[in-house]
T-cell receptor, first 118, second 115 residues
């Protein structure tokens, strides 16, 4: 079974600084997708960024970028120029790419609570 | 475009009472998911629908939980009777259902408290 591990329960960053959230995963699949979701206190889970395993290039979305290390099964999220609105729970999630039972299921980590200090 | 809509946002009930949650997915999204998120944890899938068909309900506690998605649009998740351990946030998500990344979009959730 796939597992997703987020080893940092809480992180903090100064406003305008950069922070990196860690995520590792365990899978025997070669085709899969990885996601970072943000969940503010209002609870609406919002997609931040996604990465296809077959792509070597790291995904980037404005101030958010990932460091995808397939061999190490590592998928970290870097937030640059942190803003107060970035404060939230961040969840790393995995989804296998092959068809069949469970292929659409997202497996989430336990999350990292990010605080942004003004 | 409207996002995934869920109601109610909050529900407090006593144990052994029934409760129901409603979800309206994003228009055009064929696949609908119900997740349960316990405090301090990531969401865990309960059931997945493709149109009207429940194609993955292996993690749904079928003795007390039921779900339906009539006409392949709105969905209702029911618990009867509720137990103390059912206190959690129930999230609904939807996606297009195509191959590939098929990003899931989440609703705001229903926070259930069972007393």
């Amino acid at each position: 079974a796939q597992t997703v591990t987020q080893s940092q329960p809480e992180m903090s960053v100064q406003e305008a600084e950069t922070v990196t959230l860690s995520c590792t995963y365990d899978t025997s699949e070669s085709d899969y997708y990885l996601f970072w979701y943000k969940q503010p206190p209002s609870r609406q889970m919002i997609l931040v960024i996604r990465q296809e395993a077959y792509k070597q290039q790291n995904a980037t979305e404005n101030r958010f970028s990932v460091n995808f290390q397939k061999a190490a099964k590592s998928f970290s999220l870097k937030i640059s120029d942190s803003q107060l609105g970035d404060a939230a729970m961040y969840f790393c999630a995995y989804r296998r790419g092959a068809s069949g039972a469970g292929s659409y299921q997202l497996t989430f980590g336990k999350g990292t609570k990010l605080s942004v200090i003004p | 475009e409207a996002g995934v809509v869920q109601s109610p946002r909050y529900k407090i009930i006593e144990k052994k009472q029934p409760v129901a949650f409603w979800c309206n997915p994003i228009s055009g999204h064929n696949t609908l998911y119900w997740y349960r998120q316990n405090l301090g944890q990531g969401p865990e899938l309960l059931i997945r629908y493709e149109n009207e068909e429940a194609v993955d309900d292996s993690q749904l506690p079928k003795d007390r939980f039921s779900a339906e998605r009539l006409k392949g649009v709105d969905s209702t998740l029911k618990i009867q009777p509720a137990e103390l351990g059912d206190s959690a946030v129930y999230l609904c998500a939807s996606s297009l259902g195509f191959r590939g990344p098929d990003t899931q979009y989440f609703g705001p959730g229903t926070r259930l408290t069972v007393l």
